[in-house]
């Protein structure tokens, strides 16, 4: 399993306007094939700052989405909300503590 974290700073007046579009399209992100689970986050003090939590089956599989319509009409459309540049890690887990 891959996990995929983007770290995406909004300009604040378009943080209402990414919500909205993230909402319209994470039913369709989420039950893409090799999509096992999808969060969104806010940053506690800085409201302007989101990020995307997402678990993928493989590289393969994102690599997939990343390559698709709905990840180009998606990432086309958060791009020109953005007031810095966004930065993104794959990464698998090693270990978990309950």
């Known amino acids: 399993m891959l996990i995929r974290i983007v770290r995406m700073t909004f300009q604040e007046d378009k943080v209402k306007a ?9 039913e369709k992100i989420r039950n893409f094939p090799g999509c096992r689970h ?3 986050w806010q940053d506690e003090n800085i409201k302007n700052i989101f ?9 393969e599989a994102l ?5 698709s319509e709905l990840f180009k009409s998606v990432w086309t459309y958060t791009k020109t909300l953005f ?3 966004p930065t993104a890690f794959s990464v698998k887990k090693i270990e978990e503590l309950p």
């Open 18 to 26: 990414f919500q909205d579009n993230f909402d319209v399209n994470k």
């Open 51 to 59: 990020m995307t939590y997402s678990h993928w089956d493989s590289e």
């Open 63 to 67: 690599n997939q989405y990343r390559d």
């Open 38 to 40: 999808l969060e969104l």
């Open 83 to 85: 007031a810095d540049k």
